[in-house]
């Protein structure tokens, strides 16, 4: 008989799951915070020295510098932006959405230090001797823009413009920003554009507390120059080590193009599931449409900041959530096969299926962790949305999954209904012939992964040669997140050519025979330099490209120093991640598995190298981000084989032989050969999505996930296992029969029972 009552509640909560979404939805989104590479802005790493070069900076120093860059920045009017301290000595800043990024960026620079000094540079006064905030911009009587300072001591003033009257004819009283030694007032008043301020005559005696600068400012250059004084002199020299900025126009055609691949992905995912799965598909997509919400929501809760490879993944943990449900769907289908009850086979298969679930979650979740740890801003908001999001597919795509399939089944709805789950009434056993999951029949049963395990290493082993000889000739190509330099974006409304570029380039002589052009249309051009351009080329470069194609360029550079560190992090971040791995599919599993599980997983972050450098595809910083996230994912293919492998050992109960070992390899194999398919191909979906339609700016982190994926699936069927053979193998010949099951301690009968 059919509860109506589970049905009424099951389409219940169908109903406000969707009625939550796409009520509250808009709100969540507008509530989430766009990283600079989305709404476009400016992120920029600076080396902190002291600004007399001598002595140590500490971390009062640095926390009175961030006080000061904060000040400044609530002058520019930029809302959240994000200013942290690095290490001993580095300040990193993080600037969204700001319209003018030339003038944010001096403002940001500029140490501030104003000094008052004669025609001889005789320091007379400076920037203590002004009251704090007592700048302002105004007008002289001519209506021209000026600022206008307030000093702390009439008394004073007037006594520097006595002693600088006294030196007539060299009566200036010469106003400095930021005055470096060396430089000097008899050689600057020959320049068009001399580096002081202004240089008025002082003809008598001023006892005054106000003080007029005048020059050719314009009214937002007099603006922004007494918010830089009201802001306070920096007390330390800073420097640029690293930097990029993206036009405003560049970051939402990024986004429009990544959220359009993110749909087709999943589209691609909900028809897949919903064919192969039938009903349970469906609740699949509805836990799916569910777990997007819920990780957006948390993002706009804890305020963090979305990025455009935290979006690809966003997208991509959509494709690593199903896996559960394609693990679940399978067990259950296999539960069907035996002859039980749908309510049966629903909660063994869900039981059996959370241990596989688990531990590939877990291991996605340490590489996760070491990227967030190592990463630096982009990464880091990529790995905190794969943190989030696999956090969230607990609760969507195991917890809740099961209470949506729960409901209907335990609404007797689905007895007797096998289709339903996609399973043929023909291979339906009878409960009472005792046939066991292990016992069934698969497609591959006639395939011996085992025998030609030799011709497989062998094989691998050749790739990895190979791939060593084409990594020496060809080597990698280094993008200036490795190899420090310049990397600029040029984009247009119309094709461009190379010789219309150079002309652009030579114009502003800043010359460069790297020039590759992206897209179909050839609308985007990128122009590499081997140096770090200094802030007034960046500045020079943006100001001509945006004048000529109405676009704002988007500009990175990365000195040497940087570009070794970022090199350095990735290669510690690869190795702890290995490690990491290794120590808990040895404890959830045992060595010998840990062992041939991280041997599989490098050889496919090996392949995507070799890829790469075939191909001479960019490396750039999101590209160890990939290839980590292959290595935390693809890890649950080797985890769900190997779980059935254990399984059948235990049945087993040991290994007599070798071929006891081969037995439970290839029985393994065979029946998990179907879910590691279905499992890779859901990703599979998102990542493809990512390459055909997604942003040009994340194409290279696409590319390695796609090469990377690809490669585990082969790498997990005939390498992971064959080693793992090879190694069980060797442990039986060597020491006998192996237990595959704990022996429980005997109580000793003399003990008395409580």
Known sequence: MIKKSRLVTFFLVVAIIFGVVFSTGKMVLQNINLGLDLQGGFEVLYQVEPASGKGEVTKQTLTDTVSALDRRINSIGVAEPSITIEGNNRIRVQLAGVTDQNEARKMLSTTAELSFRDAKDKLMMDGSDLVPGGAKQAFDQNNQPIVTLKLKSADKFADVTKTILAEKPNNQLVIWLDWKEGQKYEVEKTKKDPAYLSAPNVNQVLDTNKVEISGNFTVEEAKDLANLLNSGALPVKMTEVYSTSVGAQFGQDALDETILAGIIGVAAIFIFMMLVYRIPGIIACVTLVAYTYIVLLVLALLNATLTLPGIAGLILGIGMAVDANVITYERIKEELKVGRSTKAAFEVGGKEAFRAIFDGNISTLLVACVLFYFGTSSIKGFATVLIISILVSFLTAVWGSRVLLGLLVKSNALNN??????????????????????????????????????????????????????????????????????????????????????????????????????????????????????????????????????????????????????????????????????????????????????????????????????????????????????????????????????????????????????????????????????????????????????????????????????????????????????????????????????????????????
């Open 417 to 754: 209904k096998p289709r339903a789950f996609s399973v043929k009434p023909s291979v339906i056993h009878n409960l009472h012939d005792g046939i066991s999951t292990y016992d069934l029949k698969t497609p591959f049963d006639r395939f011996d992964f085992v025998k030609n395990h030799r011709l497989f290493l062998w094989i691998f082993t050749g790739i990895v040669v190979i791939g060593i000889v084409v990594l020496s000739v060809f080597k990698l190509n280094l993008g200036i997140d490795f190899a420090s330099g310049t990397r600029a974006e040029i984009t247009s409304n119309s094709p461009l050519t190379e010789e219309q570029v150079k002309k652009d380039l030579d114009d502003i002589h800043m010359p460069s025979d790297n020039i590759v052009f992206q897209g179909k249309d050839n609308k985007t051009a990128v122009v590499s330099y081997k140096g770090a351009l200094s802030q007034d080329e960046i500045a020079k470069f943006k100001t001509h490209f945006e004048k000529e194609y109405k676009h704002e360029p988007s500009i990175s550079t990365v000195t040497p120093t940087v570009g070794k560190e970022l090199a350095k992090n990735g290669l510690y971040a690869l190795a702890i991640a290995s490690v990491l791995i290794v120590i808990y599919i040895a404890i959830r599993f045992e060595f010998y598995m840990g062992v041939a599980a991280i041997l599989s997983l490098l050889f496919d972050a090996f392949t995507i190298f070799i890829f790469f450098s075939i191909f001479q595809i960019e490396v750039d910083l999101t590209f160890i981000a990939a290839v980590l996230t292959v290595i935390g994912y693809s890890i649950n293919d080797t985890i769900v084989t190997a779980d059935r492998i254990r399984d059948i050992g235990r049945k087993m109960g040991r290994y007599k032989t070798k071929e006891d070992v081969a037995f439970a390899v290839n029985h393994g194999l065979r029946q998990t050969f179907t879910r590691s398919i279905n499992t890779i191909l859901t990703v599979i979906f998102t990542v493809v999505a990512l390459v055909a339609f997604g942003s040009e700016s994340i194409l290279s982190f696409s590319i390695a996930l796609l090469v990377g994926l690809i490669s585990s699936v082969f790498s997990s069927i005939f390498m992971a296992m064959q080693l793992w053979y090879v190694f069980k193998s060797h442990q039986v010949n060597k020491k006998g029969p192996i237990a595959t099951v704990k022996k429980k301690k005997r109580r000793n009968p003399s003990q008395p029972m409580v």
